[in-house]
């Protein structure tokens, strides 16, 4: 499958973005999907992970309680809202697609088969 990313751009801190990342060239419905994120110099973090029908999200600690990640199935997109950015959140989002079975968790990078190319996310005044 392949996984298109957008949505990012420059925000104030305490403003708000919301990504998409859309799917093709394969079977949806049943991928369990994920955003990342990487700023310059770093390693990839774990932002949010959503299993195929929404009923088990999982977030990283740091954007607890100011992001939310859904998808739309019959769209093949999944969303990541951004609330209260800060300029700790400044990266590169990336999604990703893994086709496993749900394991217990989402925020290990080596689960994910398929990667988008990531959408810049500026949060600065």
């Known amino acids: 499958v392949q996984l298109q990313a957008s949505g990012g751009g420059l925000v104030l801190p305490g403003g708000s973005l919301r990504l998409s990342c859309t799917a093709s060239g394969g079977i949806f419905d049943t991928l369990g999907m994920a955003w990342f994120r990487q700023a310059p110099g770093k390693g990839r973090d774990f932002v949010a992970g959503i299993n195929w029908n929404s009923e088990i999200t999982e977030y990283g600690e740091s954007v607890k309680g100011r992001f939310t990640i859904s998808r739309d199935n019959a769209k093949k997109t999944i969303y990541l809202q951004m609330n209260t950015l800060k300029p700790d959140d400044w990266a590169v989002y990336l999604c990703?697609?893994?086709?496993?079975?749900?394991?217990?968790?989402?925020?290990?990078?080596?689960?994910?088969?398929?990667w988008g190319q990531g959408t810049q996310v500026t949060v600065s005044s």
């Open positions: 990703a697609a893994q086709s496993s079975y749900y394991t217990g968790t989402f925020k290990y990078t080596h689960l994910y088969e398929s």
